[in-house]
C-alpha cells in the first residue's frame, strides 16, 4: 500500500525529555512537511522540506528540529525547548511545485 | 501573513439536508485544498481546486480565485461526513505550504 505512515500513534513525555516523532512515505514525493493542530484549531507549519538534506523553517520551528537523511523519511525531533508541546503532530508529503498534499494519521503528543 | 477564515464555525444539519461552506483568503493563491478531519484526527483530502469546479458524488467544491473565496457544497448529508472541514490555501510566492483556516465543525444528526 501507498500512503504515510507515523508512528507512534499516542506519545506521553515527560518535561525536559526529548521525543523524536517518526514520519514515512512510499509516494515518491519529494517534499515533506511537519504540522502541529491545538485543540479547536487549524494546522499549523513546524518545517518543510523539499529535498534530501535540505529543510526550512515553517512558522513555529523554536523548539523543533528535523532531518531529511532520506527520501522516505522525516523525523521530527521536539526539544525541551518547546515550551508547550503537548499537540497533535501531523506529518504530510506532496510532489514538489504541484498540487495535493497528503497527510498521515498523525501522533498525539501529550507532556506530562 | 495570509489570513483564511471559515465559516460558519459550526454547523448542525439534519440528515438529508445541504450545506455550504465557505473559506475566505486575502492574498493570490496557487493551490487551494479541502480536507475532512475524521473524529480521530486523519485529514481526508476532498479537492484541490485553485479556481473552478469539481464534483465528487455529493460533495462538489467552487473556487472563485479573483473574488479569493471558495465553497464546499455537501448535498443530502450522511451522520459520516460529520467531522471538521478546513480549508487550506498555498501562496503564489513561495514554498508549497499550506496555511489552514480554523475549520468549521459539522454534525449531522439522525
Known amino acids: 500500500d501507498g500512503g504515510i505512515t507515523q508512528s507512534p500513534k499516542y506519545l506521553f513525555r515527560k518535561e525536559g525529555q526529548n521525543v523524536t516523532l517518526s514520519c514515512e512515505q512510499n509516494?515518491?514525493?519529494?517534499?515533506m512537511y511537519w504540522y502541529r493542530q491545538d485543540p479547536g484549531q487549524g494546522l499549523r507549519l513546524i518545517y518543510y522540506?523539499?529535498?534530501?538534506?535540505?529543510?526550512q523553517k515553517g512558522d513555529i520551528a523554536e523548539g523543533y528540529s528535523v532531518s531529511r537523511e532520506k527520501k522516505e523519511s522525516f523525523p521530527l525531533t521536539v526539544t525541551s525547548a518547546q515550551k508547550n508541546p503537548t499537540a497533535f503532530y501531523l506529518c504530510?508529503?506532496?510532489?514538489?511545485?504541484?498540487?495535493?498534499?497528503?497527510f498521515g494519521p498523525g501522533t498525539r503528543l501529550t507532556v506530562l | 501573513g495570509i489570513q483564511v477564515e471559515q465559516s460558519p464555525p459550526d454547523l448542525i444539519l439534519q440528515e438529508g439536508a445541504n450545506s455550504t461552506l465557505r473559506c475566505n483568503f486575502s492574498?493570490?493563491?496557487?493551490?487551494l485544498q479541502w480536507f475532512h478531519q475524521n473524529p480521530w484526527g486523519q485529514l481526508i483530502n476532498l479537492f484541490y481546486?485553485?479556481?473552478g469546479t469539481k464534483q465528487n458524488g455529493r460533495l462538489s467544491a467552487t473556487t472563485v480565485a479573483t473574488e479569493r473565496y471558495s465553497l464546499l457544497y455537501i448535498s443530502s448529508s450522511q451522520t459520516t461526513d460529520s467531522g471538521v472541514y478546513f480549508c487550506?490555501?498555498?501562496?503564489?510566492?513561495?514554498?508549497?505550504?499550506?496555511?489552514f483556516g480554523t475549520g468549521t465543525r459539522l454534525t449531522v444528526i439522525p
Open positions: 481546486i485553485p479556481s
Open positions: 509516494l515518491n514525493h519529494d517534499a
Open positions: 522540506s523539499q529535498i534530501v538534506n535540505d529543510f
Open positions: 492574498d493570490s493563491v496557487n493551490n
Open positions: 487550506a490555501v498555498c501562496l503564489q510566492t513561495g514554498a508549497n505550504n499550506l496555511f
Open positions: 504530510a508529503s506532496s510532489i514538489i511545485h504541484a498540487d495535493t498534499q497528503y
